[in-house]
C-alpha cells in the first residue's frame, strides 16, 4: 500500500518570503495528491491538488509540482502572510484499494509578522 | 452547498463506556469516509462507504469499532468500550462519485476525550 513522508514537521518564515513543503510517496500508480489547510481546532480544507497527467499546477501564491519518476510532490507558497499559518497536510491516492487517500504527517507553518 | 455535518462537536467519556457519532455528508455525494485524527498527525481513515456498502475497513479496530451508513446518506460511528488510545479527533468527509480520486470535503470533526 501507499505510504506518504512529509517534511519538514514545523517551519518558520518572515512574512512575505515563500515556503516549501516536500512530500515523497511509494507507489508509482498514484495518480491524485491534493494538499489540505487545517488551522487550529478547524476542519482540513483544500487549497490545490495535482493529478499525474500534469507536473505543476498554480493558484495565485500557491503551487503544487510533481516529479513522477522521483515520486515526490511540494507545495510552495510565495509571499507569504500570517494568515498562511496552519498545518499543511499532503496526501496521495492509494491505488490498491477504493480510491483511498493516504495523509503525510503535517507541516505546522509559521509566519512572523 | 451545505458541507458536511457532524455531531456532536465534542464528547468527554470515561474508558470502557461506549459513544457514537454523526455525519450527514454533502447532498448527492455517493462516497462518505470515516477518519481518525491523532494530535500532531495526518487523518488516518477508519472505513469508507460507497453509497451504502463498506469499500474499505481494513484500518477500523472491528472488535470496538463499528460502523453504518444506512440508506446511503448519513452515517454513525460508534465505539464499545472506549480505550484512552481512542482519543482524537473522528473526521467525516464525503466526496460527489462512486470511486475515481474526487475531492473530499471534511466536517468540522467531532473531538473525543477518553479519560
Known amino acids: 500500500g501507499e505510504n506518504v513522508e512529509q517534511h519538514p514537521s514545523t517551519l518558520s518564515v518572515q512574512e512575505g518570503d515563500s515556503a516549501v513543503i516536500k512530500c515523497t510517496y511509494s507507489d508509482s500508480a498514484s495518480n491524485y495528491f491534493p494538499w489540505y489547510k487545517q488551522e487550529l481546532g478547524k476542519r482540513p480544507q483544500l487549497i490545490i491538488d495535482?493529478?499525474?497527467?500534469?507536473g505543476e499546477k498554480k493558484d495565485q501564491r500557491i503551487a503544487v509540482t510533481l516529479n513522477k519518476t522521483a515520486k515526490h510532490f511540494s507545495l510552495h507558497i510565495t509571499e507569504t502572510q500570517p494568515e498562511d499559518s496552519a498545518v499543511y497536510f499532503c496526501a496521495a491516492l492509494d491505488s490498491d484499494s477504493s480510491y483511498k487517500l493516504i495523509f503525510g504527517s503535517g507541516t505546522r507553518l509559521l509566519v512572523r509578522p | 452547498e451545505a458541507g458536511v455535518a457532524q455531531s456532536p462537536r465534542y464528547k468527554i467519556i470515561e474508558k470502557r463506556q461506549s459513544v457514537a457519532f454523526w455525519c450527514n455528508p454533502i447532498s448527492g455525494h455517493a462516497t462518505l469516509y470515516w477518519y481518525q485524527q491523532i494530535l500532531g498527525q495526518g487523518p488516518k481513515l477508519l472505513i469508507q462507504?460507497?453509497?451504502?456498502?463498506?469499500?474499505?475497513d481494513s484500518q477500523l479496530p472491528k472488535d470496538r469499532f463499528s460502523a453504518e451508513r444506512l440508506k446511503g446518506v448519513d452515517s454513525t460511528l460508534k465505539i464499545q468500550p472506549a480505550k484512552l488510545e481512542d482519543s482524537a479527533v473522528y473526521l467525516c468527509?464525503?466526496?460527489?462519485?462512486?470511486?475515481?480520486?474526487?475531492?473530499?470535503?471534511f466536517g468540522p470533526g467531532t473531538r473525543l476525550l477518553v479519560l
Open positions: 495535482i493529478r499525474s497527467n500534469v
Open positions: 462507504f460507497q453509497n451504502n456498502g463498506v469499500v474499505d
Open positions: 468527509a464525503s466526496s460527489p462519485l462512486a470511486g475515481g480520486p474526487e475531492t473530499q470535503y
